[in-house]
């Protein structure tokens, strides 16, 4: 099983949208997917129709005390099934610091859906923290949701020097380049010529698109929302480039 998170420093970057159209794609791919909605404020979750909320403490269920499978929810989409969020999860930090396994231990919370699952899809929270720091043993490429700003190269180096990353750890780690609108020159041009903090973005972006921010009134990825959306055209495009990178 291949592990994809969505992640960045800053909020209001289009990473939950993201992860829902990344993770439906593969699904129809004819992949099976889990996409674990980390982020307390369940934005994926909501998305694609699940309850919010675990039926056990997610203190034990993270401890292992519980088993975490049970807690998975079916979507409306054959083989595509969700870890829902809970408003407990912004303690998710405490938890992962208090296990004697250390950095590795969300990494042992993955591994037992390996056997039902070829792809996992991890909407993480907006932050430096624990679960970054644990993202770089768990999977096994951090996607970053990146709007052409100055303020995103700022946020993106930060998340750089907060890892501390050797080389084969930084090479999973990569941007990709969303919201965008090329009615702006600073858009058009970072395109053209990303700037050297980035990197080597991935080489498909995201256009800005209504089609988007429908997707959380009508609760369906943009596959199934708007099948002919440029935006769709987009995320079905970076899929094939990231499914390619992982040898899938």
Known sequence: MKVVALHNLKGGVGKSSAAVNLAREANRDG???????LDAQGASTWILGGENGMSRKVG??????????EQVQHTPWERFDLLPADIRLRDLDRILEDKADGDKHL????????????LMVLDCP????TLADQLIRAADRILVPTIPS????????R???????KKRQRQRLTPFFNLVDRRRTLHR???EAPPAAIGAPMQTWIPYASDVERMS???RPLADLAPRSRATHAYRRLWQELKTELGE
Request: with cysteine; charged share 20%.
């Open 126 to 129: 907006p932050g430096l923290s």
């Open 107 to 118: 990494k042992r919370l993955i591994a037992p859906f390996s056997e039902e699952y070829a």
């Open 31 to 37: 992949l099976p997917v889990l996409l674990w909605d």
């Open 189 to 191: 041009e970072w395109l």
């Open 217 to 219: 009134l009508e609760c």
């Open 60 to 69: 034990k269920l993270l401890a292992g005390k519980s088993p975490l499978g």
């Open 159 to 165: 998340m750089i020097e907060h890892l501390d990353l």
């Open 150 to 157: 100055p303020l995103s190269v700022q946020a993106f180096s």
